[in-house]
């Protein structure tokens, strides 16, 4: 599963009436467009380092750019001993100390003003100014909050624009429970290997749709549902690759969440911090690969790869060869919100080089360079020569990089990065890029907000340079949870020849899922589907076949129980060659332009109703079946 749903839950807060306050208050015109307005969410989490004292406070404030006139009003309650200060410190980022530069009277509510410099408006500008309140219990500070631009309403404007493209969803395969990836085999054509949730691996045959368990690894995934049976999960089978030499060394690759009960190659949490779970990347060799009958031998499982997680959600869970023959692997920032608490680093693990967490990892499965001996670690990998930093780390900064896949065609690879509370992006990824969470959501500023609800700013704030923009970005307006998909390099749709096709798990997670591809401009438009107003399902994962022809894994529950999971085949309605939801006189001319022999893939043939390299006069049949 993408992601969980409490994430998406605006939290009721004093802060959110003095957010709409001032909001409102901009509206009418009672703040000048001169002046910017902060807020301030203030507790023992924000502190240097965190502490667990309950006092809570907010605040806002604004800053005249003409004149440079700062005015604030905080209040707070709650200090554990009795108070002995209450600064403005700066300039320092989340996590760091800053010297005193306003002091301000004891007690709440704390109202007041100052001119300041051009240095020091910068600098809250910027969001690098905190208000500290100290006690004698606390004497560096009881609870700290950094002063932040108020949130965005609307992120992105506008919905999104239907496409032009008219789609048919058709069941090839009921009665799984969550399927969330489909994957080929090198040298198995006519099958389909999904993940189910809950730990089966399937071999579908797409031309019947009959489906067999290939690999169970139930037994060792930790039990699902996050809050007991029947609930929401993000763990378990996520993510299966095949090794590009499969059909000589039989060896596939799957990532699985387990208890964690042996040592981890990697861990964040400090001693006495228990890890939710371990993601884990395991090989299991199969006999005879040639053989579709031939299954993995259980005891020829490998460990390769362990690595303690912190909290149940944000695992990432996609895993896939590279062009380069090596091993790509998503992992999530360890879940939680705003990725900060326990087993974060303090700066985010999505910006922390020293963890795998937030990242994509870049490994050879073959090799056994590594740490623990199991793989191996590219000498190309972009930070290996960094001090510090983990030397299989690909691409930094994301959040939940809950699928992935390469063109293959050019080889570029396209992720879809979950969002917080506001933005979904779509980025292409490199060697070395910093996507840039959790300094940004998508192309916005990311606001960490303390114990509340994190979101998202216009306002340049004060971070790390170079920060890779998405191709594509929607807001929650839109839904809440992208699921990445695939550059179409199929012959059966050919107006999506070269398009990024991808999903949406719900609008509003109510069976809403959408499909969405990418146009020649890579703004997002939603597929209009032949025979239904919508997807009507939870939209889970994406798949592509060994003919690049597209797949999508759904089911009617949003959790990871009941057997409602289905796998659809991405297609088109019977004679439609241009996809614009009919069969007539433009289909008949298109399949008459294309007659005889197709050209070889990935060069798509548009009139090739049966997939069988010809266009003929049973094309012509099959076209005159659907006109209409």
């Known amino acids: 599963m993408p992601r969980i749903r409490l994430d998406r839950v605006r939290r009721l807060s004093a802060f959110a009436v003095?957010?709409?306050?001032a909001s409102s208050a901009l509206l009418c015109g009672a703040v000048s467009a001169q002046t910017l307005s902060f807020n301030m969410t203030i507790d023992g989490g924000q502190e240097t380092p965190p502490n667990t004292a309950t006092a809570t406070g907010v605040g806002t404030a604004t800053l005249d750019t003409?004149?440079?006139l700062f005015s604030w009003n905080i209040s707070f309650s709650g200090l554990s001993a009795a108070q002995t200060g209450a600064h403005f410190h700066g300039p320092a980022l989340q996590c760091f100390p800053a010297g005193i530069v306003i002091a301000l009277p004891n007690g709440s509510p704390i109202v007041g003003s100052a001119i300041l410099t051009a240095t020091q408006a910068d600098q809250v500008k910027a969001g690098r100014w905190y208000v500290n309140i100290h006690s004698t219990a606390f004497p560096g500070g009881e609870i700290r909050g950094q002063v932040m631009p108020v949130p965005l309403d609307d992120p992105v404007p506008g919905p999104i624009a239907a496409s032009t493209v008219h789609l048919q969803l058709q069941t090839l395969a009921t009665g799984l429970v969550a399927p969330n990836w489909g994957a080929a085999a090198p040298g198995h054509p006519n099958r389909l290997f999904v993940t189910d949730q809950p730990g089966q691996l399937w071999a579908i045959d797409i031309t019947t749709g009959t489906k067999t368990v290939f690999l169970d690894v139930s037994s060792i995934l930790v039990p699902m549902g996050a809050f007991g049976p029947g609930t929401f999960d993000e763990r378990g089978l996520l993510g299966v690759a095949f090794h590009?030499?499969?059909l000589s060394n039989g060896r596939l690759y799957t990532f699985t969440s387990q208890p964690a009960t042996l040592p981890p190659d990697f861990t964040t949490l400090l001693p006495g911090q228990d890890p939710?779970?371990?993601?884990?990347?395991?090989?299991?060799t199969v006999p005879n690969p040639a053989d579709p009958s031939s299954v993995p031998d259980p005891l020829s499982a490998r460990d390769l790869l362990r690595i303690d997680k912190p909290q149940f959600n944000h695992n990432g869970g996609a895993i896939n060869f590279g062009p380069d023959g090596m091993l790509y692997i998503a992992l999530g920032d360890g879940g939680a919100g705003d990725d900060q608490g326990v087993g974060h680093s303090c700066g985010s693990n999505g910006q922390d080089l020293a963890n795998p967490l937030g990242k994509i990892l870049r490994i050879d499965p073959l090799g056994n360079?590594?740490?623990?001996?199991?793989?191996?670690?590219?000498?190309d990998n972009p930070f290996i020569a960094t001090p510090g930093a983990v030397d299989e780390i690909y691409v930094y900064g994301l959040r939940n990089p809950f699928r992935f896949s390469f063109d293959s065609l050019t080889g570029e690879l396209y992720l879809g990065d979950v969002g917080q509370n506001d933005i979904e992006e779509v980025h292409i990824v490199k060697s070395g890029d910093n996507c840039g969470?959790?300094?940004?959501?998508?192309?916005?500023?990311?606001?960490?907000?303390?114990?509340?609800?994190?979101?998202?700013?216009?306002?340049?704030?004060a971070g790390p340079t170079g920060l890779l923009e998405?191709?594509?970005?929607?807001d929650h307006d839109e839904g809440i949870s992208v699921i990445g998909g695939f550059v179409y390099r199929g012959t059966r749709l050919a107006p999506l020849s070269g398009r990024y096709v991808f999903g949406e798990f719900a609008k509003t997670f109510d069976l809403d899922g959408r499909l969405f591809h990418l146009d020649e401009s890579n703004a997002i438009r939603e597929f209009q589907?032949?025979?239904?107003?919508?997807?009507?399902?939870?939209i889970l994962g994406t798949g592509q076949d060994a003919d690049g022809e597209l797949y999508l894994m759904a089911n009617g529950t949003g959790v990871p129980f009941e057997s409602t999971g289905v796998v659809l085949r991405i297609t088109r309605k019977p004679g439609d060659v241009n996809l614009d939801g009919t069969t007539n006189i433009t289909d008949l001319l298109a399949l008459i332009g294309g007659w005889g022999a197709c050209p070889p893939p990935p060069t798509p043939c548009p009139g090739d109703m049966n997939d069988d390299g010809q266009v003929n006069v049973i094309d012509l049949l099959a076209l005159i079946a659907g006109w209409g």
């Not at 939710?276 to 299991?284: A, G």
């Not at 500023?445 to 609800?453: E, K, M, Y």
């Not at 998405?470 to 929607?474: H, K, S, V």
């Open 437 to 461: 969470w959790n300094h940004k959501e998508g192309s916005f500023f990311f606001v960490r907000n303390g114990a509340l609800a994190g979101y998202v700013t216009d306002q340049p704030l």
């Open 529 to 538: 589907l032949v025979g239904q107003a919508g997807v009507n399902l939870f």
């Open 18 to 21: 003095i957010a709409t306050w």
């Open 66 to 68: 003409v004149s440079n």
């Open 244 to 246: 590009p030499d499969y």
């Open 276 to 284: 939710d779970c371990q993601t884990v990347i395991t090989e299991w």
């Open 470 to 474: 998405p191709i594509a970005e929607y």
């Open 369 to 379: 360079n590594s740490a623990n001996g199991e793989y191996g670690i590219p000498g």
